[in-house]
């Protein structure tokens, strides 16, 4: 019998530290062994938003311990641990080193291969860690830095169709539930608060709905939330801005997924028409109802992560590992940190002032 594989995969781009180990069943399909994830909303909640110095300072002082745990709570032994993979970008400088440099360090003392994983495809391929799914595909990644329609072809080939010009959505979602005096991240709040509110009480904006292809925007909506959430007053006032905000999301979703689908079918005749959301806001039950019936409409085979695995997480991260190590894709120690490192490298740059669609 042969020897099973097991990697272990460090995640520290931003506000979480996580670890986690996984292996493979006999059909290749991957197991989680592990997956701690330790957040920082307690570090960075006064604030506002994610501190850079702070948040890599908590990721010194825990990360040791968070990969120990990961490593006792698989029963795997640290010599049995075939690969490291370690989140090299995109994200926080300062984080990204952290992760980085304790995975290369294991990987040096163990004599094992060190794998540098971009943490986007991690989201692309997130939904492979509770479902078989072949490729292609095509992914929307919605987390709190990222927005874009992906179209995956296979490991390591991915096809930018869409990308937001400003704003990502988790942080319109974050920056709405700031307004609204919620702590951050708020994102997951304002759906709790949306089912108490009336979604048709305000008309929001819905910035570049009908031009721009797939591309998205959401910087917009932000200055008319501004605007509408200093007058407001009353407690049900703001359950129906959040209500409000969540509709006019999920309308832009609606129109923007399906151009993308389009888009999609231009390049690809599978045989099976797969869509896979990602990240953070994949989380939302509303935005998972209205993209499952845009699905079933237009027939598509949905896949969403478990929960879990929406949002920052190191399974994704050593899934990614395990896929690479299959390839014996394997990195050398002085990989750097890559605070920008797009999946789609030939994609053109769209953010900013002067940004043509
Ligand atoms: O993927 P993730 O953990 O981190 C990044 O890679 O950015 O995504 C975090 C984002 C945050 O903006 C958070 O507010 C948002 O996902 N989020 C949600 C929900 N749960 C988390 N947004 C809307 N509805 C939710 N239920
Ligand atoms: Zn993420």
Same mark, same amino acid.
């Given at each position: 019998?042969?020897?099973?594989?097991?990697?272990?995969?460090?995640?520290?781009?931003?506000?979480?530290?996580?670890?986690?180990?996984?292996?493979?069943?006999?059909?290749?399909e991957?197991?989680?062994l592990?997956?701690?994830?330790?957040?920082?909303?307690?570090?960075?909640?006064?604030?506002g938003?994610?501190?850079?110095?702070? #948040?890599?300072?908590?990721?010194?002082?825990k990360?040791d311990t968070?990969?120990?745990?990961?490593? =006792?709570?698989s029963?795997?032994?640290?010599?049995?641990?075939?690969?490291?993979?370690?989140?090299?970008?995109?994200?926080?400088?300062?984080?990204?080193?952290?992760?980085?440099? &304790?995975?290369?360090?294991?990987?040096?003392?163990?004599?094992k291969?060190f794998?540098?994983?971009?943490h986007?495809e991690?989201?692309?391929?997130?939904?492979?860690?509770?479902?078989?799914?072949?490729?292609?595909?095509?992914?929307?990644?919605?987390?709190?830095?990222?927005?874009?329609?992906?179209?995956?072809?296979?490991?390591?080939?991915?096809?930018?169709?869409?990308?937001?010009?400003?704003?990502?959505?988790?942080?319109?979602?974050?920056?709405?539930?700031?307004l609204?005096?919620i702590? &951050?991240?708020?994102?997951?709040?304002?759906?709790?608060?949306?089912?108490?509110?009336?979604?048709?009480?305000?008309?929001?904006?819905?910035p570049i709905?009908?031009k721009?292809?797939?591309?998205?925007?959401?910087?917009?909506?932000k200055? *008319?939330?501004?605007?509408?959430?200093?007058?407001?007053?009353?407690?049900? =006032?703001?359950?129906?801005?959040?209500?409000? &905000?969540?509709k006019?999301?999920? =309308?832009?979703l609606?129109?923007k997924?399906?151009?993308?689908?389009?888009?999609?079918?231009?390049?690809?005749?599978?045989?099976?028409?797969i869509?896979?959301? #990602?990240?953070?806001?994949?989380?939302n039950?509303?935005?998972?109802?209205?993209?499952?019936?845009?699905?079933?409409?237009?027939?598509?085979h949905?896949?969403?992560?478990?929960?879990?695995?929406?949002?920052?997480?190191? *399974?994704?991260i #050593?899934?990614?590992?395990?896929?690479?190590?299959?390839?014996?894709? &394997?990195?050398?120690l002085d990989?750097? *940190?890559?605070p920008?490192?797009?999946?789609?490298?030939?994609?053109?740059?769209?953010?900013?002032?002067?940004?043509?669609?």
């Open positions: 019998m042969s020897k099973k594989t097991f990697i272990l995969g460090i995640e520290s781009s931003c506000d979480e530290t996580a670890a986690s180990i996984i292996t493979e069943n006999e059909t290749g991957p197991i989680v592990s997956s701690i994830v330790s957040s920082q909303n307690n570090v960075h909640k006064k604030f938003g994610v501190v850079p110095e702070l #948040a890599a300072r908590s990721h010194v002082e990360i968070i990969v120990k745990l990961a490593i =006792e709570k029963g795997v032994k640290l010599k049995e641990i075939d690969a490291i993979a370690s989140t090299a970008g995109p994200g926080l400088i300062v984080c990204l080193s952290v992760g980085l440099s &304790f995975g290369k360090s294991l990987a040096y003392s163990l004599n291969p794998i540098a994983v971009n986007l991690g989201h692309a391929l997130s939904a492979k860690l509770n479902s078989k799914i072949n490729y292609p595909y095509l992914v929307l990644l919605i987390s709190g830095g990222h927005s874009q329609f992906l179209s995956v072809k296979k490991l390591g080939g991915y096809k930018r169709l869409g990308t937001t010009i400003d704003d990502a959505l988790g942080e319109a979602f974050d920056k709405t539930a700031k609204l005096g702590d &951050f991240p708020g994102g997951a709040q304002i759906e709790i608060l949306a089912k108490k509110g009336d979604p048709l009480k305000f008309n929001l904006p819905k709905l009908n721009g292809g797939c591309n998205l925007s959401f910087a917009g909506l200055t *008319a939330i501004l605007k509408i959430a200093s007058k407001i007053k009353k407690d049900q =006032e703001r359950f129906d801005l959040a209500a409000s &905000f969540q006019t999301i999920i =309308e832009i609606y129109k997924t399906q151009i993308a689908f389009k888009e999609f079918e231009k390049k690809n005749s599978p045989e099976k028409k869509f896979v959301v #990602a990240g953070g806001v994949a989380a039950k509303e935005i998972r109802k209205m993209l499952l019936n845009l699905c079933y409409e237009k027939k598509y949905p896949y969403f992560p478990p929960i879990e695995f929406c949002g920052d997480n190191a *399974a994704m #050593a899934l990614v590992g395990l896929e690479k190590f299959k390839l014996k894709q &394997f990195n050398n990989h750097p *940190a890559q920008r490192w797009a999946l789609d490298e030939d994609a053109i740059f769209l953010k900013g002032a002067g940004v043509k669609l």
